[in-house]
């Protein structure tokens, strides 16, 4: 069971808030800042109006990794005024913005630390699952709760190894809400019972024991011992004593409203024979649809793809190729599972054919390509030298920068290209054209939202490539 929140910036301002309200969001988000001087516009008013409407609200920082990560939390902390009641800060990462992970490790870290220690609060981390394989953080912020950003038909998201629960799951950006005019993100809270299991549970089972209501075992088991806690704690708070924490529960648990424990807390039942160490397992097996989305050419990805390739019967592959290349051939052209990422581009002919392959896979031979697919991580990204805001930045029309920016877009799907132009031009339904970047550097005026498309452009490119674009256009 969940229950559903959206979450704004300045996209979608003005929002009529008490239309929302009412129109079944049960809580909601605002953007706050962004890096360490970006304050958004729309965020003193979305903060006041929230509270009006009776919505718990909370607030989110985009994080800039080019930036420091003290400088940015005192941003944060300076503009938003958290009452006892609201939600946890968030920290929205997404960009790499061309630095190393060891950097961006110790600059979120910073972060995370310096407003935990102000508000007395554990912040969230949003985030998307490709992005943070990628980033391999090597469990590093396993014990904070999760926000995952991940837009797919399964009843799941895809989490990155480091959870194996979600708090908030973000399943689409193009949404319609009374009292938005326009596309909103819509997220789940996922509403905790007795029997669930999970990160997230680990979550409550450490701050009902913080708040002296708990003192079993943090296993991430939702058990009858936890449920009497929970209702303890219910009790204490004033809210509907059944045990269940949604997102009333939630929000004061994470916060810093008093809640008087008795005098003995439930006592824990017998311990358990010691269990085996938990072992990470994704939520979920994965989507082929999502594969397609989010290859980037990595050197695991290819060996996944043609490990699952060697899985399938010639006639499953020849039949894949006919509906792919929407045609009916008795003896198709030979298919390849890395040609079909490269030259996806979310045809709806082409969904279909991703959609019919799957259902001919085995569970058991998606399970092992889901393993394989996230086995290995690309080494932490070093600096390349070269940013593509910087190159907009500093674009003077010279020929080799003509030059490399061609060759760069060659590169980049035509998928890929035009989410961009959607970001770039900032329209809410999918662009069909794609986006000269020539224009791009040609018109760029340093705006947040032309930063924020060319650096999420940036972090849909592989490093090799990049190291690539680099050197031709310092020619």
Not at 118 to 133: A, D, H, N
Not at 290 to 302: I, S
Not at 384 to 392: E, S
């Amino acid at each position: 069971m969940c229950a559903k929140g959206i979450d704004v910036s300045d996209w979608q301002y003005p929002v009529d808030w008490p239309t929302v309200a009412i129109s079944g969001v049960a809580f909601a988000f605002t953007k706050a800042t962004e890096g360490s001087t970006f304050v958004a516009r729309s965020f003193s008013g979305n903060w006041a109006s929230m509270k009006a409407a009776g919505l718990p609200r909370g607030a989110y920082h985009f994080f800039r990794a080019s930036e420091n990560g003290q400088a940015q939390a005192e941003l944060f902390l300076r503009t938003v005024r958290l009452e006892p009641d609201d939600l946890p800060p968030v920290l929205d990462v997404k960009s790499t913005d061309g630095m190393p992970t060891n950097t961006i490790i110790g600059r979120m870290t910073r972060w995370l630390d310096v407003v935990e220690q102000s508000t007395g609060r554990l912040p969230i981390i949003y985030t998307y699952p490709g992005f943070w394989e990628q980033l391999g953080t090597s469990g590093h912020f396993s014990d904070y709760p999760v926000w995952i950003a991940h837009y797919t038909r399964a009843k799941e998201p895809w989490l990155p190894e480091d959870w194996d629960g979600w708090t908030f799951w973000q399943y689409t950006d193009k949404a319609r809400i009374n009292g938005i005019g326009g596309d909103v993100d819509i997220n789940w809270f996922n509403i905790a019972r007795e029997g669930a299991k999970g990160s997230h549970v680990r979550t409550i089972q450490r701050q009902l024991r913080k708040k002296g209501f708990y003192r079993g075992a943090i296993d991430g088991v939702f058990s009858a011992h936890l449920t009497e806690a929970a209702i303890a704690f219910q009790k204490a708070i004033g809210r509907p004593e059944d045990g269940v924490i949604d997102i009333h529960s939630w929000r004061v648990l994470m916060g810093t409203r008093e809640a008087i424990a008795p005098s003995t807390p439930p006592s824990p039942p017998i311990p358990a024979p010691p269990t085996q160490p938990r072992l990470p397992v994704p939520s979920t097996v994965i989507d082929l649809l999502d594969v397609c989305r989010y290859y980037q050419g990595f050197a695991h990805q290819e060996l996944a793809l043609n490990w699952l390739q060697r899985q399938l019967s010639q006639s499953v592959l020849n039949e894949f190729a006919n509906l792919w290349r929407n045609r009916n051939d008795s003896q198709p052209q030979p298919i390849r599972l890395i040609d079909i990422c490269k030259s996806y581009r979310g045809f709806p002919h082409q969904d279909r054919a991703v959609l019919w392959l799957q259902g001919q896979v085995s569970k058991c031979t998606i399970t092992e390509f889901s393993r394989r697919w996230r086995s290995r991580r690309e080494p932490p990204r070093q600096a390349i030298g070269i940013r593509l805001v910087n190159a907009c930045r500093y674009y003077q029309g010279l020929l080799h920068q003509d030059r490399a920016l061609q060759w760069l877009q060659g590169q980049v799907s035509l998928f890929i290209l035009q989410e961009f132009a959607r970001r770039w031009r900032q329209q809410t339904s999918p662009q069909l054209t794609a986006i000269h970047l020539i224009n791009v550097c040609k018109y760029y005026q340093g705006v947040p939202h032309q930063q924020e498309s060319v650096d999420w452009l940036q972090s849909k490119i592989n490093n090799s490539t990049l190291e690539d674009f680099a050197r031709r256009w310092r020619v």
